[in-house]
């Protein structure tokens, strides 16, 4: 039987299909679902502004920005309103960031379709939805004393070359900004790799957008 209750959702998304398909899950799940649709954030915080909302289900990436930064501004216009992330990007790498900034849940778009179900159930009911996976490497952090935000383990040094190699700066530069020898900066940068699990620059990059 679904529940009688009267929700109120909005899917912000730039992909129709996504927009729709969700739609059709809510209508599914919840009597009378009052559903609204945005395909940007403009779009997105005039709902919120306007109408009181149950449920955000937000994708990360939008035309004109990235969610962490709509996240906050959705939580002043309207502190109680529950947030799904709903993303094709990998959860190990983007889950916490996202549940660290406000949001209550993060669901894969790569999740089939129960799946999807129950963590919107879990939302409307519980408030919170987070897979296994998740709640694994939170318990992973306590247990082990990690930190979740794995840049935590450099040291300010290598933060410091992990910096400059981000800037572009090669090995040679880095050893005479640092006044240490080149050998040494090969090291820091090895360390660096290897403590957050990476072995290209690319992958550098992203964890400091992602965590710095």
Known sequence: MKPSSNFTFLIADDHSVVRQGVSLL???????????QAGNFKETLKVLRETKIDLLVLDINFPDGNSL????EAKTIQPDVKILILSAYD??????RYLNAGASGYLSKGSTEEEMKQALKSMMVSGKYITQNIKDRILDSYITKKPINPLELLSNREVEVARLLIKGYGNMEIAELLQVKKTTVSTF??????????NNLADLIDFFQLYN
Not at 69 to 72: C, F, G, L, N, Q
Not at 91 to 96: G, K, M, T
Not at 190 to 197: A, C, Q, V
């Open 26 to 36: 809510l209508k599914e799940l919840f009597f009378n679902a009052k559903i609204y």
């Open 69 to 72: 930064s709509i996240i906050p």
């Open 91 to 96: 959860e190990d790498i983007y889950a916490l």
């Open 189 to 198: 940068k090895n360390r660096i790799f290897e403590k957050l699990e990476i």
